[in-house]
């Protein structure tokens, strides 16, 4: 009995020192935002952005509740895919390509993205552009920053959004993005914007929420600054021996081509890997049983984007179906 109560007592205590699910905060949000415009304008930011943007702004409960919420069910890679490179989503893609062809081909030859890889990503960040959020970044941020759960991430991303504003690339009413503050047609968060974000057309502004040459530049920009090779594929679909171990699986275990070639990976029409021994990655988002790619640079430079082998691939799978 006296054992089985001292497990019980160490249980209680072991709960009530874990992390609550609950992040209260206990300093008002008025105060908050009281050390924040002050934080703000030692970082040099003028009293009128100041002025603009941290006035007048409430903390957004349904933010909040986005940022806690935990994901209901799990998709597939094969019904992801399927949703995001929809045949709608390549047949917009490549008139969109016709429709911008002298913007898209400016800013491959600066930056040596293709267009069809600037194009992809565009359409699966907001649909090209028209999903881009309707929330106000600034108090999003602020409300994030606040609430405390990630509080030091948020606050330097609304620090940098001040400064966005400061700049005169936007104003604080038109910054507008998604809950947690990824903005423009390209969703970047302002540490992206301010270390990517490029004037594309020349007027002065990094615009990457109205001005598509800005969009497409800013974007070509993230992804050569991020390694892209330019003249590389970034994978191609394979078939995987009887076999092949899980744990060989994943863009973090890299090997010579020729040595996936050894194992008996084989391209998906039947014929052998090219010889080019490049060092590559087997992703397979479904396991071993579901589809598998053999993927190189361009692909590891994608999903610098985002870690995700359901978007990297969808992203390579999208920018080469749209190039068809």
Request: hydrophobic share 40%; charged share 20%.
């Amino acid at each position: 009995m006296l054992h089985t109560r001292f497990k019980i007592i160490l249980f209680v205590i072991a709960i009530a020192i874990l992390p609550s699910p609950v992040f209260a905060q206990t300093q008002s949000y008025e105060d908050w935002l009281v050390g924040i415009r002050k934080e703000a304008a030692q970082q040099g930011i003028s009293q009128a952005t100041i002025n603009a943007a941290l006035y007048n702004i409430q903390p957004k409960q349904r933010i909040i509740e986005l940022d806690r919420k935990q994901p209901e069910g799990t998709k597939t890679f094969a019904q992801y895919r399927e949703q995001i490179v929809s045949q709608t989503r390549i047949t917009k893609g490549r008139q969109l390509i016709k429709d911008h062809y002298q913007a898209l081909d400016e800013v491959e030859k600066q930056y040596g993205v293709p267009k069809q890889f600037i194009v992809a990503l565009w359409g699966i960040e907001t649909n090209f552009g028209s999903n881009t959020g309707g929330f106000g970044v600034v108090e999003a941020l602020a409300t994030l920053a606040w609430e405390g759960r990630r509080a030091t991430f948020f606050k330097k991303e609304l620090i940098n959004a001040l400064k966005i504003i400061d700049a005169g690339h936007i104003s604080a009413a038109n910054m507008k993005g998604s809950w947690a503050g990824a903005m423009g047609q390209n969703q970047f968060m302002p540490s992206s914007f301010n270390a990517y974000a490029v004037d594309g057309n020349g007027d002065g502004k990094r615009d990457i929420w109205g001005t598509k040459k800005d969009v497409f530049a800013s974007t070509a920009n993230y992804l050569k600054k991020s390694g892209w090779k330019t003249g590389q594929r970034w994978g191609r679909r394979v078939t995987l021996p009887a076999g092949f171990p899980k744990s060989m699986l994943g863009p973090k275990i890299k090997k010579p081509l020729s040595h996936w070639a050894s194992q008996g990976v084989r391209q998906y029409n039947g014929s052998p890997l090219p010889t080019d021994d490049i060092t590559s990655s087997i992703v397979a988002p479904d396991g071993v049983n579901g589809q598998a790619f053999v993927v190189y640079n361009n692909y590891q430079t994608i999903m610098r984007w985002n870690r995700s082998t359901y978007f990297a691939t969808s992203v390579g799978l999208l920018a080469d179906a749209i190039a068809q």
